[in-house]
């Protein structure tokens, strides 16, 4: 952009115009500019994936698997003593009473 008598605003706070510019300090500059703008795509492909995942979610059915103390990561011996000790509860009542006592 020139402006009165010629001059730009760009040499006046004492850029370089393309075609004045070393071959190496243009070729950085544009690349440069396209790894910003290929990093700003990303980013914003990503938050588009997040954001179709969060409505997705709610349509879809999940598979729940049973749960068990052994998906807690108690060992066998140890949840199969505790459903000797309990054995009117179920496996979600024994772990949900072992978190509420902060053991797991």
């Given at each position: 952009?020139?402006?009165?008598?010629?001059?730009?605003?760009?040499?006046?706070?004492?850029?370089?115009?393309?075609?004045?510019?070393?071959?190496?300090?243009?070729?950085?500059?544009?690349?440069?500019?396209?790894?910003?703008?290929?990093?700003?795509?990303?980013?914003?492909?990503?938050?588009?994936?997040?954001?179709?995942?969060?409505?997705?979610?709610?349509?879809?059915?999940?598979?729940?698997?049973?749960?068990?103390?052994?998906a807690l990561g108690?060992?066998?011996?140890?949840?199969?003593?505790?459903?000797?000790q309990w054995p009117?509860?179920?496996?979600?009542?024994?772990?949900?009473?072992?978190?509420?006592?902060?053991?797991?």
């Amino acid at each position: 952009m020139l402006g009165p008598k010629g001059s730009s605003l760009k040499h006046k706070l004492g850029g370089l115009l393309a075609h004045e510019m070393p071959l190496l300090e243009l070729e950085a500059l544009v690349t440069n500019a396209q790894n910003k703008r290929s990093l700003d795509r990303s980013v914003a492909r990503a938050f588009k994936i997040i954001s179709d995942d969060k409505t997705k979610g709610n349509k879809l059915k999940r598979s729940r698997r049973p749960f068990n103390l052994e998906a807690l990561g108690l060992s066998p011996h140890i949840a199969d003593s505790l459903r000797k000790q309990w054995p009117d509860k179920t496996d979600a009542d024994i772990g949900s009473m072992l978190e509420g006592k902060g053991l797991l």
